[in-house]
C-alpha cells in the first residue's frame, strides 16, 4: 500500500509490540532517508494493533489484509498486486 502498512506478527514470549514497532520505523526511516536523500520522521507517530485469538479470526484478518489493494482501487484483482501472499485465499481444506 502506498501510504500505510499492514503486518501480521507473532511475537515470542519477550517481544514486545511496542519495541518491535519502534525498531522497525526506526530502521526502515533511515533508510529510506539515506537512499532517497530525505531527513527527518517517515512514520506517524503511534499505530494501531489488534489481538488474533483464534484461527477463524487469523485467517479473517489475512484475507482483509490480502485484498486490501483491491478495496483501494490499486488493482482490478488480488492476484495483480505485485505484493501479496495468496496462501490465505485458498479454500478451506479441512
Known amino acids: 500500500m502506498p501510504d500505510h502498512l499492514h503486518w501480521l506478527v507473532q511475537l515470542g514470549e519477550q517481544a514486545e509490540l511496542a519495541s518491535l514497532v519502534r ?5 526502515s526511516a533511515l533508510r ?3 537512499r532517497c536523500g530525505g531527513n527527518g520522521p517517515l512514520w506517524q507517530p503511534g ?3 489488534h489481538l ?3 484461527d477463524d479470526n487469523l485467517r479473517d484478518a489475512a484475507r482483509y489484509i490480502v ?4 478495496r ?3 488493482v482490478g484483482r488480488v492476484g495483480d498486486y505485485p ?3 495468496a ?3 485458498e479454500e478451506d481444506r479441512g
Do not use: C, E, Q, T
Open 23 to 27: 525498531r522497525f520505523k526506526s530502521v
Open 32 to 34: 529510506v532517508n539515506r
Open 47 to 49: 499505530y494501531y494493533d
Open 52 to 54: 488474533i485469538r483464534d
Open 67 to 70: 485484498a486490501n489493494p483491491l
Open 72 to 74: 483501494a482501487g490499486l
Open 83 to 85: 505484493l501479496w501472499d
Open 87 to 89: 496462501i490465505w485465499l
